[in-house]
């Protein structure tokens, strides 16, 4: 990995990510390991470390971000969320126990209210991000309503439905720009271009590969069956409702199409979803490029093996990782066995709990080191801005840090993480 | 005081995001200078915020100004001289924080033990009776769907019989919220289940393993009593409630959601001892006053309790407490109890052919016992 500033071209200037990473496995063990004997709530404290390290590390020409928010903030924030949290719950549930002929819609109403409550939440949470971060001593800020932007994000949800999932691209777009858009840096009004089009190759390629082959199969089916499939081809096979393709059909066209039809629903949404880390590759270097602050534009150069890799390492220790437990237990069970101790299970169950910690840590950490620092890299490293002395003319705000409890609701409803990709 | 270091550096003014080069001197004072610029710092307000080495960061406390230098040198005599250079305002407060966080979950999980049955059982009259009899169809439709929709028996000379006996255990019943609503299924667990607004479900399998009238009816009566007692109300908001609280104190993070799980079932597995040992007595007491044998409930415990055997639930309700249930329960009902008959042998045999002739027989593999209740 890349960790020396690069060379500016030109009088452009790079943004870099220091890779070294060191001290990051001591953040992130303290942080799992005092989150678990605190019932979580060392969490907010976990998160702010870890936002500390990643803003230290990522310098834009030469001077690293800083990150002011504390962990005492986040959790009095938390602790107003659930004030507010507490009575939609009860009121929910109060709902679906008094009325139950609402109770098959008291779960699309949640749903509904609590989508709302985490696009707002999710606003909320980058406001603070944003207030809490300090560039050459220049605050960030973030203004426009948490309210806007719920509903307008619920607008754009409502509308992939509509034409098949075809307007996703443009939905992100459109919020990337509302979001942009109202980010300030020092007085400065950050400026997007975003366009759902740019992004609309790589959604088209992820729609591809998941719908086509099944919806081509089925459609030929159905044109096989004469849009009339015979009643009879699903049988119920043993037990409690299982079903499957009657065996009469084996062998002939309509029971070749059937079962590959089903073959390729399996096969296609894996596949599809091996491709969602190149959407979001595409995705984040379309964002970028299209980010601008005045006459200061931002380009990324950013690839999708960049993205593939991290996802590759992590899932390979994973691999490995699982099979090294396996082993572990079989030979445990095997010595359990041959010496044929009454007490022998328990061994095992005393064995067990430690390994699920054990392995859990190995896994908040791997995924910290892996997954969240290498693609932070990736993006950071690969993202140039085109003119320094651009950067030079931004001036600070009298704005001051603003509100500490903006956050709370985006963990209260467990949206958005610790640490985000990009703006 | 040491001679002064000298490096050069970078100074932001907090004010534009333009880049001033600087000389950087410590003496006593941290002094920097340049083009235009000259700060003198007293080395007591100074505060360093991270940054990777060599690069350092440093700047008057409250202050927006800063100034970053790459010297290693300089910045372990500064490191030297700043008491509170790293100083942050959150310092130490880990241990404080761990404790107090300790307590937080330690009290949390005591209310949750303690303190929501009670708060249970003092909001069950709370709730209107309408509600609760929405909240029982609505219950009995989900328990229907689990069981993979067994179906209603409707013969009409043992649905006859058993209203008649409905009848006279809810004539002699005290305390009864309403009508009580008995329904059999036919299913080969053997057990009753009580759910909200007295509607009581019988699965055939229980008719099946009763030896005599009275073991049924003993059966029936102890679901009388915890509908009497408002049980599976009071065990729906309860159990509602620890899960509710536990999963808001415990948030998100790994491992604790296996804490969830566990600490949900052992709280909330079927109903208390305190809550079976109630309904038992209000069983015996129901069936001596309507003239049945009592103790018969005893037998019919034993008998579906050893068929159970290892149960996965076991180590949650073991087996000496069927036996402290049942020596109980023989005490209560008194050694006349044993002659009495509830129903004619005529009559009991209507009743089991509720669901046709061939329910009628035991089916062996199946272990349940009958009293351990719904779990809605």
New interface residues.
């Given amino acids: 990995m890349d960790t020396s500033p690069r060379a500016p071209g030109g009088r452009g200037t790079a943004v870099a990510f220091d890779a070294r990473l060191d001290g990051l496995t001591g953040i992130a063990v303290k942080g799992f390991l005092l989150s678990l004997v605190t019932f979580g709530i060392y969490r907010f404290w976990y998160m702010t470390n870890l936002r500390r390290f990643f803003w230290s590390r990522t310098l834009v020409d030469g001077s690293p971000a800083e990150y002011t928010g504390s962990g005492k903030e986040l959790f009095l924030g938390f602790l107003v969320a659930l004030a507010i949290l507490v009575p939609v719950y009860v009121g929910l549930f109060a709902v679906s126990l008094l009325s139950p002929s609402l109770a098959p819609f008291s779960a699309p109403i949640s749903f509904l209210v609590l989508f709302l409550l985490g696009q707002y939440a999710l606003y909320r949470g980058r406001r603070y991000r944003a207030m809490r971060t300090l560039w050459r001593g220049i605050r960030l800020g973030q203004d426009g309503s948490g309210l806007a932007y719920a509903a307008r994000a619920a607008g754009w949800w409502l509308l992939p439905l509509l034409p098949l999932g075809l307007a996703f691209p443009f939905m992100r777009a459109g919020l990337e720009r509302s979001r942009i858009r109202h980010t300030l840096i020092g007085v400065e009004r950050m400026g997007s271009t975003a366009r759902g089009r740019t992004i609309l190759g790589p959604w088209l390629l992820i729609y591809a590969v998941a719908l086509l082959p099944p919806l081509a199969l089925g459609l030929a089916f159905l044109a096989a069956a004469d849009f009339a499939p015979p009643t009879d081809l699903f049988v119920s096979k043993g037990g409690k409702g299982a079903t499957g393709i009657n065996p009469d059909y084996d062998g002939t066209t309509l029971g070749l199409l059937l079962v590959g039809f089903f073959g390729a629903l399996a096969t296609c949404l894996p596949l599809a979803l091996l491709l969602v880390p190149f959407y979001r590759a595409r995705e984040t270097r379309a964002f970028m490029n299209a980010a601008s602050l005045g006459d200061v534009r931002l380009v990324s150069t950013l690839r999708a093996r960049q993205f593939y890799w991290p996802y590759l390492v992590y899932a390979l220790s994973l691999i490995g990782f699982v099979a090294l437990l396996g082993l572990i237990v079989a030979l445990l069970a095997f010595a359990v066995r041959s010496g044929a101790g009454t007490g022998g299970m328990s061994i095992l169950h005393l064995v067990i709990v430690p390994l699920y910690l054990g392995g859990a840590l190995v896994f908040a950490v791997l995924y910290v080191r892996v997954i969240q620092a290498r693609l932070w890299a990736a993006v950071a490293n690969t993202t140039t801005v085109s003119d320094a002395e651009g950067l030079g003319r931004i001036l600070a705000a009298a704005r001051g840090p603003g509100s500490g409890l903006q956050e709370g609701l985006a963990d209260a409803l467990d949206v958005g993480g610790a640490l985000q990709i990009g703006f | 005081m040491a001679a002064g270091l000298t490096a050069q550096g ?1 100074y ?8 001033h080069p600087v000389t950087v001197s410590l003496t006593d004072r941290l002094a920097v200078s340049g083009p235009g610029i000259s700060r003198d710092w007293n080395l007591l307000d100074l505060r360093a ?4 080495p060599p ?1 350092t ?1 440093v ?1 008057a406390a409250g202050e ?3 100034v ?1 230098f790459s010297d290693e040198a300089l910045a372990a005599a500064l490191a030297a001289r700043c008491p509170d250079l790293y100083r942050r ?2 310092r130490g407060g ?1 241990l404080r ?2 404790l107090w ?2 307590a ?2 330690l009290s ?1 999980l005591l209310v949750a033990v303690f303190g929501v049955p009670v708060l249970a059982r003092l909001a069950v009259p709370l709730v ?1 009776d309408a ?1 609760e009899t ?2 029982g ?2 219950v009995e439709e989900q328990v229907v769907r689990l069981l ?1 929709e067994p179906p209603l028996c409707t013969d009409p000379a043992g649905r006859a019989v058993l209203d008649a006996l409905v009848a006279r255990l809810a004539g002699a019943a005290p305390d009864l919220p309403r009508d009580v609503a008995v329904s059999v299924r036919r299913n080969g667990l053997a057990n009753a289940l009580t759910l909200p607004g007295a509607r009581i479900v019988v699965l055939s399998d229980l008719i099946a393993k009763a030896r005599s009238a009275d073991e049924f009816a003993g059966v029936l009566a102890h679901e009388f009593g915890h509908a009497a007692l408002r049980d599976p109300t009071r065990s729906l908001i309860q159990a ?1 409630a620890t899960s ?1 609280l536990l999963s ?9 959601t ?1 804490i969830v799980a566990v600490g949900q079932a052992a709280l909330s597995a079927g109903y208390s001892r305190e809550a079976e040992r109630a309904a038992d007595a209000y069983a015996v007491a129901l069936m001596n006053r309507v003239g049945g044998n009592g103790a018969a409930l005893a037998a019919i415990l034993e008998r579906i309790a050893r068929d159970e055997g290892e149960d996965d639930l076991a180590f949650l309700r073991s087996h000496p407490f069927t036996r402290e249930r049942a020596a109980a329960i023989r005490a209560q009902a008194g050694p006349e109890a044993e002659a009495k008959r509830i129903l004619s042998e005529a009559e009991w045999a209507s009743l089991r052919a509720i669901c046709g002739p061939d329910a009628a027989k035991p089916e062996k593999s199946r272990r349940r016992r009958p009293g351990s209740d719904a779990r809605p």
């Fill in positions: 970078r932001f003014d907090g004010a534009s995001a333009r880049p915020t991270e940054t990777v690069l960061r700047g927006a100004a800063r970053e305002e959150s880990t924080l761990v966080s300790v937080a979950g949390v209107p509600a929405r909240l169809r609505a993979n509602s509710f808001l104190v415990l948030g998100d993070l790994t491992g604790s296996v």
